[in-house]
Every structure is written in structure tokens, then in C-alpha cells.
């Protein structure tokens, strides 16, 4: 008797009807640049030298880590996608560069192509709040490898900057002032601490908070903010120095990518308003105050160091660009980062 690719369990008519679904979300994100569309072995994007005599292109890739237990638990799937768009354009926009395109890579035991298509919206959504175009993927069934209603998403970006516009910290001096851009929430990292704290109970997490304003599956599913149109726009204006990107390793892995050896840098706690999800995760995880800042991003999901003289003009340019932001400290001479009161 013969035993099929679906008898082992993979359905290939799953697969075509998630793509089908998928199309209307990932056509927003479209643009002149992209040439064809989906259902080719790879995505076309023509470079547009204009801007550019000498272009260089920029790539990052990441996923959304143990955050995705959230979307499964509470079985809503539209927003995480979002996430892991965020955690790739805002990594390369930290060098100046404008993301052109990006890919999506789903990988889950059993193709639901409802949820698919709700997956890939995120994706969609993250794009267009980014302006890149979502130009292919991959979405693989793995019965077997990957438990029932489990699911992992991880993404790749390319954007282009000038050589002469790369942003890498290198002209960062003692004196040069920090600010920084305000976060939506925890964004995609230190989530096996929270669900350690928090849990994955579904009738809990959909129970109201009054520390939090709203429920813990909405506070933790809040999608990473896109940082991406305000840096672009910012950096049109201003001499910005270096970004960094507050991800995995919070304030204290991540504020000292972006300055040169020999420099560290002065942050002043509560020069920031502090999201009150930070108060409570510090006060029931019990951690001190400098293991929380190497951990999240304590409400600022973005860093950018500048010229004091033009300090005040970027923060206001991107408040006038829709962010939260402030003034949060300063370059100093000697290592690392050290957290002020």
C-alpha cells in the first residue's frame, strides 16, 4: 500500500491555500522596485542609484524568540509578524541604512492557512510601517519536529545607504549626548524571564491589570514599535553619530555598539517616562536595577548619540515624528554604562 507525502503529513493543498490568502496582505507592501511577484524561486528588487553613487547594502536577519509562545497561548497571530520586521529594520537602520526589501521564513507543524495569512499580515503591516517590500518566504510544514499549534517565525531585511552616510559610531566623542526614543512595551526580548514571571495561563493572562491598564496578553503581545521613518528622517536633518538598537541584552549590551573604545557612556534614571510594565516586572522578578537595564529595554527601544549643541532640536524632531523622546545622558570617557539617579 503506498503512503503519501500527505499520510506522513504534510498537505502541499494547505500550503498553496495559505499562499493564496497571504497574497492581498503581502501586495500593500509592494512597490516600482519589485519586479513579479509571489511564486518565483526568488524575489526581484531592482536598486534605485539615485540617491546613491556609492551604494551600500545592509542586511539583518532575526526571529521574535519565546515571545511567539504568547501569540500561540492566546491564539492571536495578526501582530507578531510586526515583531519580527521590527527586530530587523531597526537593527539596520542603525547604520543609516533605508530598508528595500525583506523575507519571512514560517516553519510549524501542521499549515493552518487561516493563521498563516494572519501571520504574514503582521509581516505586511511591519513592511508598509517600515517602507520596505515584502518580496518572498517560506512557509515549511514539519509534522513531527514542531508540536501541534506551534509555529516559528524568523526574518532578513536588506536596506542601502551611501558609503559616505554610514552610520557607525566611529566620530563619537566625550561630551556627545544620548537620546533616546521611547519603547511601545517589551518589544522581543528577556521573554523566558517574563513568561517565567508572568505564566502562559490563557485565562490569566486575558484578565484586566490595573497596574497595567489593560490586560497581560495585550501588554505582552504589544508589537515592537518601528523605528525606522523617524531615524530616516532625523538623520536627513542632523549629524546623528550613532544608533543603537535596544534589543537582547538591553542598555548595557547594546548603548556600547555604537561608541569607540575607550568611551563609555552616563544614563540618567528617570529622565525617561518608565512604562509601568518595567515597574512590574522589576518588582516581581526581584532583580537588581542593573540586571533589569541587561535585560529589557526599560522603555527605551532606541539610543542616538549627537553633538550636545543638537541635542534638543533631535529629540524635538522626533516628537514632531510621533516618538517619545529624551534627553537620557552622555558620553564619558572610561567603559561601558553606567546607570545615574
Same mark, same amino acid.
Request: negative net charge; hydrophobic residues 40%.
Given at each position: 500500500?503506498?503512503?503519501?507525502?500527505?499520510?506522513?503529513?504534510?498537505?502541499?493543498?494547505?500550503?498553496?491555500?495559505?499562499?493564496?490568502?497571504?497574497?492581498?496582505? !503581502?501586495? +500593500?507592501?509592494?512597490?516600482p522596485?519589485? /519586479? $513579479?511577484?509571489? %511564486?518565483?524561486?526568488?524575489?526581484?528588487?531592482? *536598486?534605485? &542609484?539615485?540617491d546613491?553613487?556609492?551604494?551600500?547594502?545592509?542586511a539583518?536577519?532575526?526571529?521574535?524568540?519565546?515571545?511567539?509562545?504568547?501569540?500561540?497561548?492566546?491564539?492571536?497571530?495578526?501582530?507578531?509578524?510586526?515583531?519580527?520586521?521590527a527586530?530587523?529594520v531597526?537593527?539596520?537602520?542603525?547604520q543609516?541604512?533605508?530598508?528595500?526589501?525583506?523575507l519571512?521564513?514560517?516553519?510549524?507543524g501542521?499549515?493552518?492557512p487561516?493563521?498563516?495569512?494572519?501571520?504574514?499580515?503582521?509581516?505586511?503591516?511591519g513592511?508598509v510601517?517600515s517602507?520596505?517590500?515584502?518580496i518572498?518566504?517560506?512557509?515549511?510544514?514539519?509534522?513531527?519536529?514542531?508540536?501541534?499549534?506551534?509555529?516559528?517565525?524568523a526574518?532578513?531585511?536588506?536596506?542601502?545607504?551611501?558609503?559616505?552616510?554610514?552610520?557607525?559610531?566611529?566620530? !563619537?566623542? +566625550?561630551?556627545?549626548?544620548?537620546?533616546? /526614543? $521611547?519603547?511601545? %512595551?517589551i518589544?522581543?526580548?528577556?521573554?523566558? *524571564?517574563? &513568561?517565567?514571571?508572568?505564566?502562559?495561563?490563557?485565562s490569566?493572562?486575558m484578565?484586566?491589570?490595573?497596574?497595567?491598564?489593560?490586560?497581560?496578553?495585550?501588554?505582552?503581545?504589544?508589537?515592537?514599535?518601528?523605528?525606522?521613518?523617524?531615524?530616516?528622517?532625523?538623520?536627513?536633518?542632523?549629524?546623528?553619530?550613532?544608533?543603537?538598537?535596544?534589543?537582547?541584552?538591553?542598555?548595557?549590551?547594546?548603548?556600547?555598539?555604537m561608541?569607540?573604545?575607550?568611551?563609555?557612556?552616563?544614563?540618567?534614571?528617570?529622565?525617561?517616562?518608565?512604562?509601568?510594565?518595567?515597574?512590574?516586572?522589576?518588582?516581581?522578578?526581584?532583580?537588581?536595577?542593573?540586571?533589569?537595564y541587561?535585560?529589557?529595554?526599560?522603555?527605551?527601544?532606541?539610543?542616538m548619540?549627537?553633538?550636545?549643541?543638537q541635542?534638543?532640536?533631535?529629540?524635538a524632531?522626533?516628537?514632531e515624528?510621533?516618538?517619545?523622546?529624551?534627553?537620557?545622558?552622555?558620553?564619558?570617557?572610561?567603559?561601558?554604562?553606567? *546607570?545615574? &539617579?
Amino acid at each position: 500500500m503506498a503512503i503519501s507525502y500527505k499520510d506522513a503529513g504534510v498537505d502541499v493543498e494547505r500550503g498553496y491555500e495559505a499562499v493564496s490568502l497571504m497574497k492581498e496582505h !503581502v501586495r +500593500k507592501t509592494l512597490c516600482p522596485n519589485v /519586479l $513579479g511577484g509571489l %511564486g518565483s524561486f526568488g524575489g526581484f528588487y531592482a *536598486l534605485d &542609484r539615485e540617491d546613491c553613487d556609492e551604494p551600500v547594502l545592509v542586511a539583518g536577519t532575526d526571529g521574535v524568540g519565546t515571545k511567539l509562545k504568547y501569540a500561540i497561548v492566546m491564539d492571536k497571530h495578526d501582530t507578531i509578524g510586526i515583531d519580527a520586521v521590527a527586530m530587523c529594520v531597526n537593527d539596520i537602520v542603525c547604520q543609516g541604512a533605508r530598508p528595500l526589501f525583506f523575507l519571512d521564513y514560517i516553519a510549524t507543524g501542521r499549515i493552518d492557512p487561516s493563521k498563516v495569512a494572519q501571520i504574514v499580515k503582521g509581516v505586511s503591516d511591519g513592511c508598509v510601517q517600515s517602507g520596505c517590500a515584502l518580496i518572498g518566504g517560506e512557509t515549511a510544514e514539519m509534522p513531527g519536529f514542531y508540536g501541534d499549534g506551534d509555529y516559528d517565525i524568523a526574518g532578513f531585511s536588506v536596506g542601502v545607504v551611501n558609503r559616505s552616510k554610514v552610520i557607525n559610531g566611529s566620530s !563619537v566623542k +566625550k561630551g556627545d549626548v544620548l537620546v533616546g /526614543l $521611547g519603547s511601545s %512595551g517589551i518589544h522581543s526580548n528577556g521573554f523566558s *524571564l517574563v &513568561r517565567r514571571l508572568f505564566g502562559t495561563d490563557s485565562s490569566e493572562l486575558m484578565r484586566y491589570s490595573a497596574e497595567l491598564s489593560k490586560s497581560v496578553g495585550e501588554e505582552v503581545l504589544t508589537p515592537t514599535r518601528i523605528y525606522v521613518k523617524t531615524v530616516l528622517e532625523v538623520i536627513k536633518r542632523f549629524d546623528i553619530k550613532g544608533i543603537a538598537h535596544i534589543t537582547g541584552g538591553g542598555f548595557i549590551e547594546n548603548i556600547p555598539r555604537m561608541i569607540p573604545e575607550g568611551l563609555g557612556v552616563s544614563v540618567k534614571l528617570g529622565s525617561w517616562d518608565m512604562l509601568p510594565v518595567f515597574d512590574v516586572l522589576g518588582r516581581l522578578s526581584g532583580l537588581e536595577t542593573e540586571q533589569l537595564y541587561n535585560t529589557f529595554n526599560m522603555g527605551i527601544g532606541m539610543v542616538m548619540a549627537v553633538d550636545a549643541s543638537q541635542a534638543d532640536a533631535v529629540a524635538a524632531a522626533c516628537r514632531e515624528c510621533g516618538e517619545r523622546a529624551y534627553i537620557i545622558g552622555e558620553v564619558t570617557s572610561g567603559k561601558g554604562v553606567s *546607570l545615574c &539617579r
